[in-house]
Every structure is written in structure tokens, then in C-alpha cells.
């Protein structure tokens, strides 16, 4: 008994899906280095109660220029 070469059942290999399997499969790899960071600087067990929270937090500057609109803590900003 042979087995056949092509499954119908299965979707026949593009350029389109590779391309589209690579570019998702290097998405996931990218989030992932950036999930598994490491920590740097020097460890200081006096500020281990402010592990994980802002210790300060203040806008400076405009956000909108012509409407002298404050920046807000949230604001997000593109470099």
C-alpha cells in the first residue's frame, strides 16, 4: 500500500502561506524576547516595596501646542 504523495484534505503549500507562516511565526518570537527580558541595574533590597509600582509619575510640555493642552499621565507618544 502506497500512501499518496498530496492529501486533499490538507491546503496545497504556497509562496503566500510560507510567507504569511514565517511572518507570524517571527511576530511570536519578537513578543517572546521581549517577554523574557532581563532585568539590569543594581539591586537594592531598601526599595523592594516599590517593586512593580511608580514611585513617580508627571507629564511636562504640551500636548497639543495650539490648544495649550497639558500633557496627561496616560499620553502616548510616537519617537
Known amino acids: 500500500m502506497t ?3 498530496t ?3 490538507l ?3 504556497t509562496r503566500r ?7 507570524a511565526g517571527f511576530a511570536l ?21 516599590y517593586d512593580g509600582r511608580p514611585v513617580y509619575a ?3 510640555g504640551h500636548a497639543n501646542l ?9 499620553a502616548l507618544f510616537r519617537a
Not at 17 to 23: D, G, I, Q, V
Not at 30 to 45: I, N, Y
Not at 66 to 74: D, F, G, I, Q, S
Open 58 to 60: 508627571r507629564g511636562f
Open 11 to 13: 491546503p496545497r503549500p
Open 29 to 49: 518570537w519578537q513578543c517572546g524576547e521581549r517577554a523574557c527580558s532581563r532585568v539590569t541595574g543594581l539591586v537594592m533590597p531598601k526599595l523592594a516595596a
Open 3 to 5: 500512501l499518496p504523495i
Open 7 to 9: 492529501d486533499p484534505l
Open 17 to 23: 502561506r510560507f510567507l504569511t507562516a514565517a511572518a
Open 66 to 74: 495650539e490648544k495649550h493642552e497639558p500633557v496627561r499621565l496616560a
